[in-house]
Structures are given as C-alpha cells and as structure tokens.
C-alpha cells in the first residue's frame, strides 16, 4: 500500500515544471457571467514546502473572497448617528428627534441605493428570484415619503442582511462569492496581484442533483425506456448464491431469485437479462419489481452525486438501444437542458427572473414535481441550479507569508498529528472490546458496527468525545487563557516543548490523517503594505483530517485538472476508505462532496444512493471482520482486500472532528485574542446567554439601537463583530453603528430566546478588520478574503 507520506516526494516527477498548461478552454460550457476571460495561466506548478516537524504545504491554495467591495458595507455603520446616541447616552438623555430623523432618512436612501443596484438584484435573484420583485425591487422603488411602517423595515432588514452577506462573508457562492487558485512562491516579493476588468473572470451554472435524480426516476418508469435501464444491487446488500444480507437481516432466495439477482451487474438492461435467463420478458420484470420490493436491487437511471449529473445520466440514455425510446427520453433531458443553458446566458434581472421560472416550469412539465425542495431550509440545494464563479486576479505570495506563521501552524499541527493518531487508537479499541465479547472468530461489519453503536455514534460519553476534552483541556493549560485579558502573546520557542509533551507524535496510520486544511486570513492595509512587510497573519480554521481540495467545489476552477488529481494521487492513500453519500441529508451537496480522487477511493456503501462505477464498492452488509495479528481487519469474505477497522470509521470520525480547535476558546464567557510570534492564532470573543440580553426585548429600531450601544460600551465590544447564535448555522456580520443592522440582530436573538432551551451568542472581533482587506479589484475597491491552504504530514516510522 502506498501511503500519502511515502509517495509525497514523488509529486515532484508527476507534475511537470514550468507554465501551467492551456487553459483557453477551462471557462466552462454554459455561464458566461461576466467577460469571459479564462483561469490564470499564471499558476505555477504545484510541489510541496516543506514545513518544520515534518509537515508540508502545497504551493498552491485557494483564495475565498467575497464578491462585492468592503466598502460598501461600511456606508451602513453610521458613525456620526453612533456618536450623537453616545453622547446622550453619557448625559442621561435620549437622542433629539431631528438626529434620529436625519439618521433613519441617510439609513433609508442608503438601503434603496444598495437595493437600485443591478448587481446586487442580479445576487439575489441567482439566490432567491422569488423575492427579488416585491422585496427588493419595490423598496428600490420607495421614495422618501414612503410610510415608515413594519413592511419597510422587513425590506431594510432583508437588503441589509444580504448586503452583509455579500460584502463581508467569504462563502464561494456564486459570483458573490467567487475563488480562484493562487501560488506560494519560494522567492521574489510579498505579494503580486493582478486583478482583471471584471470581478469575476468566468463560471458556469450547474443543475442541482437532485432535480437529475427527478428527472431520472421520471425516465426509468417510462415504460417505453424502462426495459432498457440496468438493475443494479442494492449498495447495502450482498449475494451470495441463495443467501442474502440486508440491512433488514438475512434472506434467503429461492432458486429463480438467485439466478437472476447473479445478473444483475448494473451493466445489463432488464431486457438482456430477461434474454438470458431465458423467460418471458414481462415475466422477469415483475420478479425484477419483486427483487426491488425485497430491498435487494435497485431498477433506476439514477446518477452518483457530482458536478454534472446530467451527463451521466445522458451517458445511460444514448445506450438505450430503441430509436424511438432513446429519442423520447433524451429529448426530456435536452429540453431541460435548454432551459438551462438560457437562463446561464443573461444578467439582466427581469430576464433572469423571466428564466429562472420557465426552467421551472419546464421542469414541473417533464417530472410532475414541485420545483423547490426544503422550502425554508439554508442547505440542500432548494432550488433547480446553483452558479460557481471564479474571480478574475492572478495572484501568488512571496516566501515572507509562509515564513512569518510556519512556526505557529507547525505547532497546531503538532497537537494535529496526536489527535488524529489517538482517535484511530480509540476507536480500534471500541471495535476490539466488541469483537472481544461477540467471542467469535469471525464476524458482519453490521453486527459489529451495531454492538459498538452506543461508543461509535450516540455524542457524549464516547471515547473519542473524550479525546476531544482532553484535547481542548491541554491546549487550555498550554495556553493558560486569562479570560480577564484582552491579548494574550508568546513565541514558539515559549511554547514549542509544551506543545511536544502535551502531544508527543504519533505516526498517522489511516487515511484521514495525513491532510490538514488551514484558513489563513492576512491583515494588511492594502497591497503596498506587503512591500513594507506590514501584514500579519491570522489563523481563521484549521480542520482536522480534512482535504478541501478534492471537492467539486474549489477542484472545478484548477485550470488544470491533471495536475491537480496527481497532487491528490500523492496524499491520499490508496486504501482510504469514503462514505457512499447519503443524498436525503439537509447538508450533503455535490459542489461539498468529495469526488476528485473517486476512482482510487474504497466506498463504504451505507446507503442505497450509488457511486461511480462497481469495482471498488463495500457493500456494508457484506463485510467481514477477523483478527489479523494485533489489528482488527474488515473486507469481503474471500476477497484479497482487508482493511484496518478504524479506516472504516474514517469518514464519519473526520467530518464529526474536524472542527475540534474550535472548541478551545468555547465555553467562557470572554476569551482573549491569542498570538504567537506574529500570527493570530484566536480572535477575541465574548459570549452570553440569550436571555441575558435585556436590550433585544424593545420594540422599536431606534431604541434597540440605543439600548444595543450602551450594552456594547459596557462589555467593551468592538463595533464590528461577527455574531454565532447556537440556534443558527452561520455567523453574521454586525455593526454596531448600523441601526438596520442592530435591529436584524435583535430580532434573530428575540427568536432564539422564544424557541426555548439555552440559547447563546458568541460574538468574534472582525480580524482582519475592514480597513486591512488588501485583496483589490481594478478599480480599487477592497474585499474581504482568507486563503485556503493543504498541509500534509510527512511524519513516517523511518
């Protein structure tokens, strides 16, 4: 088995030196959002640097930005309003009403500005058309004697809300949320940016899975097509002979069943396993139908979760080998194609509008089918498309940035290295002490998985949930965090044996413990400021075991696709072990789930969902497990291919920890900003219960605004910060000086203080702050960005 560290060397003779290759024709087949410049050819070739302790980084990451200029978010933060309230507030007083009224009029012209906008109208209607006419359009409408009444200010509040979103948040959605790969140089300046005429350079709308996954199942019931769709097993599900386990238990076939389930390869169409088996067609069919009702196999067109569904599932329908029946069923997916590929052709608003519902029209025509799924919910992709854009900047950094947080990141890594090694201890124990007492020689995955499933799956008292308290409690005592400071410093040489007798290394030893995905956001006063050497790093996240880069998300914009998979090729195991995905959960979505390095990736099949291609699935039930030495093994029975059993485990383990930094500055009520050398490794937070927030039960925006201003003096908050409610899933940006903004924020708090429970808020300080966004358009406006970078542990027995 080849291993991400032994081969990591060899990256250097897989990818060749010099320019990156032609691009020209990387801009995508459909959207042509903005002038269509390719990718940056620019990009040098990727190697890794090597990093102290034995970690590395790839030279080349990905910059998140957000798609519209800082600057216009601060016009929200009205500062002369803000002082006028203080003053006040320090005599005792309210406000004059005349300083309110100026207020709230310079408020409400600015909020129609935003919303007359055709790029902000253009965001949101990619985002939500729906709300585009009677939310945004008509408050852009508004004169300044409209009447100032409660359907007014849910319009300021949504334009607000979304103008942050857009302004501060780097989400990569869309072209309010554009990437693009840049380049860790070894030599030469700090910093070359060369930003293009257009923000974003070039994207391409996508149709979400889900609505493939419609239109297949659509196809397959046609009776015309269905004769020529291939059965497959189901993924859960394995056969042998007349014996069959389920999820459900064991069954057993009869003879007829069996033989025809040992047809069933996901190749043949029905009617060429009707053809050999030699009975009536219909009669095959029903027992096929009868096989399906069983749970055993699934008779579909359905395609695996990734980019471009469509064209595998166009790939099944031009093998249909009738005229009539292909044509029939590939005019369907032509027609919502069509629809497709128009709507990716226009920015003007009224058009986009006008598109958006005929692709849903067409879309209901040809499914019967509702074309929103989730209303209500952020994720799982509601509607029928989503857009990824790239930014237009060529873009890459001198060794100055690199070399100005190694140190610090080698010791997060460090305590990295010693989590994912002890979380693959502790869970080969879970499934030792099970196997020990089922007292077997020999036995199912399922069963196993079943017997440990208190310490595997129910959060709290498991093993690993331990792991994760003593993880935090070292780096606590490490740190020594004073909750009373406001910064606390140390260098790495203060730290460094802490850190090594905290965490003494372990050797990764399964396949999610070699990657490491870091956040690194740099403070700095504009691009100039590199030059000068004044910029300073601040640590965003790191995630654990994790590799961004394999996802569709950020791997579609490499402007070479070759180069990128043979980087994956080098760091990622050849055993690893994925999830098959689980379509029917909220947040599993193609763009976010890993599919570049598919084809040398073992599947785990735990749903009835498929993945690509046949030849490297695990049916879950058809896994055995026996002792091999010290170490428990899984694998099909007979087969050549074992597997560690905390591999298995590895997908669920990553994903449920990936986020376990965070939770050594949660749980205070304040933590202190924490650097060391020059890189912030946490920001400043304070955090408080709901309903301790006596300030959000006032009714009218001008007295949240106040009552919200002397709440912030007295905790000595920050203008502008970043609020995590626990009853949400995203942070928001707030400003403090921004009415608007503050009443947003009430009204959320009021709704998490009503919905019962403990709710809290933790608000994080705005680092790098607005006015040290470097990342610059042509024009010089400045956004908000973080750079995404690969590390990779190199550490080895020998």
């Not at 103008?163 to 140089?185: D, H, M």
Request: charged share 25%; net charge negative; aromatic share 10%.
């Amino acid at each position: 088995m080849r291993t991400g560290v032994q081969v990591i060397d060899e990256y250097e003779t897989v990818v060749t030196s010099g320019a990156a290759a032609d691009v020209a024709g990387a801009a995508g087949r459909y959207a042509r959002l903005h002038a269509p410049r390719p990718p940056s050819s620019s990009l040098q070739s990727g190697t890794f640097i090597p990093l102290p302790e034995r970690f590395a980084v790839w030279s080349q990451g990905i910059l998140r930005s957000a798609g519209f200029p800082i600057g216009g978010l601060l016009e929200l933060g009205d500062a002369e309003y803000a002082a006028a309230v203080d003053r006040a507030l320090q005599a005792g007083e309210s406000p004059q009403a005349e300083v309110v009224a100026r207020a709230d009029e310079r408020q409400a012209e600015l909020l129609r500005r935003i919303a007359r906008r055709g790029d902000f109208q253009e965001a949101m209607t990619w985002q939500n058309p729906d709300i585009v006419e009677p939310m945004i359009v008509k408050l852009a409408r508004l004169g300044r004697d409209a009447p100032h009444n409660h359907r007014l200010r849910k319009r300021q509040r949504l334009v607000a809300n979304y103008w942050a979103r857009y302004c501060a948040k780097n989400e990569t959605i869309g072209f309010f949320g554009p990437v693009n790969w840049f380049s860790l140089r070894t030599g030469g300046e700090t910093l070359r940016m060369r930003p293009g005429k257009a923000t974003v350079g070039h994207g391409e709308l996508f149709l979400e899975p889900w609505a493939i996954d419609v239109l297949a199942a659509t196809l397959a019931a046609d009776p015309e097509v269905r004769p020529w769709v291939a059965p497959r097993r189901h993924p859960t599900v394995h056969v042998s002979g007349a014996h069959a386990r389920t999820m459900a238990g064991p069954l057993t076939l009869s003879p007829a069943q069996a033989r025809l389930m040992a047809l069933v390869d996901g190749e043949r169409p029905a009617r060429a396993i009707a053809a050999e088996y030699g009975a009536a067609p219909g009669e095959v069919y029903a027992e096929l139908e009868q096989l399906a009702t069983m749970g055993l196999l699934l008779w579909d067109l359905e395609p695996p979760l990734i980019h471009n569904a469509e064209r595998e599932l166009r790939a099944r329908l031009e093998a249909i080998g009738d005229v009539d029946a292909r044509k029939q069923a590939t005019d369907k997916l032509d027609r919502l194609e069509r629809a497709r590929d128009m709507l990716a052709g226009y920015r003007d608003v009224d058009d986009l509008i006008s598109l958006h519902h005929s692709l849903e029209r067409e879309f209901t025509a040809l499914t019967g089918v509702d074309p929103m799924r989730r209303p209500g919910q952020t994720y799982g992709g509601r509607r029928l498309t989503y857009l990824e854009c790239a930014r237009d900047v060529e873009l890459s950094f001198g060794p100055q940035v690199l070399e100005s947080c190694a140190e610090p990141l080698a010791l997060l890594l460090l305590s990295a290295r010693w989590f994912m090694g002890e979380a693959s201890r502790r869970v080969r124990a879970v499934f030792s002490d099970a196997f020990d007492t089922l007292g077997v020689d020999s036995a199912g995955l399922s069963d196993l998985v079943f017997a440990s499933a208190d310490k595997l799956f129910t959060p709290g008292d498991r093993p690993v949930d331990h792991l994760a308290r003593e993880f935090v409690a070292r780096w606590r005592a490490i740190l020594g965090l004073d909750t009373t400071a406001r910064q606390m410093s140390f260098t790495s040489d203060e730290l460094r044996e802490k850190v090594e007798e905290a965490f003494p290394g372990r050797v990764p030893d399964w396949g999610f413990a070699w990657t490491h995905s870091v956040d690194l956001l740099i403070a700095a006063r504009g691009p100039e400021a590199f030059a000068r050497g004044e910029f300073q790093p601040v640590v965003g996240e790191l995630h654990v075991g994790y590799c961004p880069f394999e996802t569709p998300v950020f791997a579609w914009s490499h402007p070479d696709q070759d180069e990128l998979r043979a980087m994956l090729a080098t760091v990622i195991p050849d055993d690893r072990v994925m999830l098959s995905p689980v379509k029917d959960f909220p947040r599993v979505a193609a763009r976010i789930y890993p599919w570049v390095n598919n084809d040398r990736d073992w599947w785990l099949c735990v749903s009835p969902f498929p993945t690509r291609g046949t030849e490297r699935l695990l049916p879950l039930c058809g896994l055995e497990v026996h002792r091999d030495g010290d170490r428990l093994v899984t694998g099909l029975s007979g087969g050549d291919t074992w597997f560690d059993i905390a591999d298995v485990h590895g997908t669920w383990l990553m994903y449920e920890f990936m986020d376990v930094f965070k939770q050594i500055v949660r749980g205070y009520d304040h933590t202190p900003r924490v650097v060391v050398d020059t890189t912030v490794v946490f920001r400043e937070t304070w955090s408080f219960r709901v309903v301790d927030l006596d300030w959000i039960s006032v009714r009218s925006d001008p007295e949240h605004f106040r009552a919200a201003r002397r709440w912030r003096r007295d905790r000595e908050l920050p203008e502008i910060v970043f609020a995590s409610v626990s009853s949400e899933s995203k942070p928001v940006y707030v400003d403090f000086r921004s009415e608007v903004q503050v009443a947003s924020l009430a009204r959320v708090l009021r709704a998490a203080a009503e919905s019962g429970g403990d709710a809290s808020v933790t608000f994080t300080e705005m680092l790098p702050g607005p006015e040290q966004s470097w990342l610059a358009d042509a024009a010089g406006e400045h956004y908000t960005a973080e750079l995404r970078l690969l590390f990779v542990d190199r550490e080895t027995d020998g």
